[in-house]
């Protein structure tokens, strides 16, 4: 058997065992999936004609709907991806990544199960979302096939990101209790981008804190896709973002998992 049949086998053993864990443990899974379907519910129903004003054009609850439910599906993988940094932390904590360095198994297949296992997790989540957000009446006007395909190869790129720097974190932390801390800015930064009111309407001070962050052009470019509207300079940074960050977390993580233990 070459090499690379041993690395694959190895790494969807690992990701086995990873779906196993959900399944086992779907507390975690189920509170990080509630959190944007709670807000979805309460920014429709709650805010929603309040909320409306924000985006101008004398906009209405349906037209809210369509401008919120992009952004909301950002922050469920998000959140989502939290579960991943609590999951390696775990395994840190209770020895299991010590004992698997020590076995004949493909190294980086470990961290492959938690990354891959992470995404199908933050896509499933995004299919729950999208699936309650067509129930209260978001639909997808002007989109074409080509830009649903796109828009689900965003998704999928930015929780490949995401996932990466969950793992480093989850890494990188004494517990699972801090590692669900430090992966809390995944979960917070759509709060603060243009997932709920455009920047324009947002206070001067706080513009650039919204304009310059990873999560907004991801969020203006699944947008533009799913309602048929301009893209402009978002769809490159969204990618440039995406890329630029799996980067930083796959060498992070990959430098702590082969860092000998103390």
Request: proline fraction near 5%; charged fraction near 10%; glycine fraction near 10%.
């Amino acid at each position: 058997m070459s090499a690379l049949s041993l690395a694959v086998r190895d790494a969807n053993t690992m990701l086995r065992r990873n779906l196993l864990h959900v399944r086992r443990y779907p507390s975690l899974t189920l509170n990080l999936l509630l959190t944007p379907v709670v807000l979805l519910l309460l920014f429709v129903y709650i805010f929603g004609d309040v909320m409306s004003a924000g985006i101008g054009g004398g906009a209405d609850r349906s037209a809210y709907i369509a401008y919120l439910v992009p952004g909301i599906l950002l922050l469920t993988i998000g959140g989502t991806v939290v579960g991943a940094a609590v999951s390696v932390a775990m395994d840190m904590t209770e020895g299991i990544i010590a004992r698997f360095r020590t076995m004949a198994i493909h190294r980086g297949s470990v961290l492959i199960g938690h990354v891959v296992g992470s995404v199908l997790q933050a896509l499933a989540g995004v299919l729950v979302v999208g699936a309650v957000a067509v129930a209260i009446g978001f639909r997808s006007t002007g989109a074409t096939a080509l830009e649903w395909l796109a828009a689900f190869g965003l998704l999928t790129l930015v929780a490949l990101a995401l996932t990466w720097i969950a793992v480093g974190m989850g890494m990188a932390s004494p517990n699972a209790e801090a590692a669900s801390n430090n992966a809390l800015p995944l979960f917070v930064l759509p709060l603060l981008s243009s997932a709920f009111v455009p920047i324009d309407a947002m206070p001067g001070w706080f513009r650039p804190i919204a304009e310059y962050q990873p999560f907004t052009p991801a969020i203006e470019t699944l947008r533009g896709l799913l309602l048929g509207t301009e893209i402009g300079h978002n769809g490159w940074l969204a990618v440039a973002w995406c890329l630029a960050l799996a980067a930083l977390g796959y060498f992070w993580s990959t430098s702590l998992f082969n860092r000998d233990p103390k």
